[in-house]
C-alpha cells in the first residue's frame, strides 16, 4: 500500500521560505517521478512540479526560479524547497506519486503566506 506523508507547512511572511518533505513508502521509490501539487481555497488543484526517476526537473510557470524540487532516495523522501514567497502560494500543498496510472496523495499540508 502506497503511503505518502507531507510535512513542513505553516506561516511564513512574504519573500519568506519554506520547505516541504514528503516521505513515501509502500513502493520502489527511486524508478518513480514525484510531484508536488497545491489547492487554494475555491481554486482547483494545480500542478507545481515533477521530478522524475533520473531527477529531471519540470516547473509551473508560477514558481519557476523560486521553488526547487529535489529528491532523496535513501531516504523515500521528495522535498519542495519554496524560497521569495508570495501571498498567492498560500494552498494546500499536496505530493504525488503515479504508479500504472493511478495516483496516489498525501494528505496534504498548509502553507500560509502573510504578513
Known amino acids: 500500500q502506497v503511503q505518502l506523508v507531507e510535512s513542513g507547512g505553516g506561516l511564513a511572511q512574504p519573500g519568506g521560505s519554506l520547505r516541504l518533505s514528503c516521505a513515501a513508502s509502500?513502493?520502489?521509490?527511486?524508478?518513480?517521478?514525484m510531484g508536488w501539487y497545491r489547492q487554494a481555497p475555491g481554486k482547483q488543484r494545480e500542478w507545481v512540479a515533477t521530478?522524475?526517476?533520473?531527477?529531471?526537473?519540470l516547473y509551473a510557470d508560477s514558481v519557476k526560479g523560486r521553488f526547487t524540487i529535489s529528491r532523496d532516495n535513501a531516504k523515500n523522501t521528495v522535498y519542495l524547497q519554496m524560497n521569495s514567497l508570495k501571498p498567492e502560494d498560500t494552498a494546500v500543498y499536496y505530493c504525488?506519486?503515479?504508479?500504472?496510472?493511478?495516483?496516489?496523495w498525501g494528505q496534504g499540508t498548509q502553507v500560509t503566506v502573510s504578513s
Open positions: 504525488n506519486q503515479k504508479i500504472g496510472g493511478r495516483d496516489y
Open positions: 509502500g513502493s520502489i521509490f527511486s524508478i518513480y517521478a
Open positions: 521530478i522524475t526517476g533520473t531527477s529531471a526537473r
